[in-house]
């Protein structure tokens, strides 16, 4: 049986990739040891899914469409790291505004999946954009230091309207992603 690499993401507004993008350079710039995420990849993700065989592609789908939700703002402010700023592992945007209407809807679709067999996501869900994954400890003070001076830095409004099924393909450039289904939210 064929298996899909899927995942459930907001895209970013095109509008605002140039300020993240330049947020990711001035991280990249520090040389510290980071892979940084493509730019065509940059999204908040509600949901990895990981490999999912087909059939449960559609079930996936059917639990999308059955999410209620309005339209709303965010506020794109600040860059972050997981697991924390001691020992940064993710690099990523965060939002300021906005974050309980995000955390809404990430959880209404959490219920709805794990109605179908996926595991709750259960901690607080933390909407950001990855923009880079660090591979090693080079350069790791400075990335810090870097990371605190851009702890505040704005990037810009935007309003979240649709939510997308997204399909990997991992290939050795990065992976290619592929919208599979998008839900609107009401305006």
């Known amino acids: 049986m064929d298996k899909v690499r899927a995942f459930i993401a907001v895209e970013l507004d095109s ?12 991280v990249l710039a520090v040389g510290a040891d980071i892979k940084a ?5 940059i999204h908040f993700t509600l949901k990895f899914l990981g490999e999912i065989p087909q059939s449960t592609v559609n079930e996936v789908m059917s639990c999308m469409d059955k999410l209620d939700f309005n339209s709303f703002t965010i506020e794109i402010t600040g860059v972050g ?13 965060g939002v300021s505004t906005g ?15 794990r109605g179908i067999g996926f595991k709750s996501e259960g901690e607080r869900f933390t909407a950001h954009l990855t923009i880079g994954r660090v591979r090693s400890g080079r350069n790791k003070a400075a990335l810090i230091k870097k990371l605190g001076e851009l702890l505040n830095a ?23 992603y592929t919208t599979l289904h998008e839900v609107n939210g009401k305006e």
């Open 81 to 93: 790291c997981f697991p924390n700023m001691r020992n940064p592992r993710v690099v990523w945007v």
């Open 154 to 176: 704005e990037i810009g409004r935007m309003t979240v309207k649709t939510v997308e099924l997204k399909k990997s393909t991992l290939t050795p450039r990065g992976p290619i």
């Open 99 to 113: 974050l309980d209407a995000f955390s809404r809807l990430s959880k209404q679709l959490d219920d709805y999946l």
């Open 15 to 26: 509008q605002l990739l140039p300020k993240v993008l330049k947020l990711q350079r001035e």
């Open 37 to 41: 995420v493509e730019a065509e990849n």
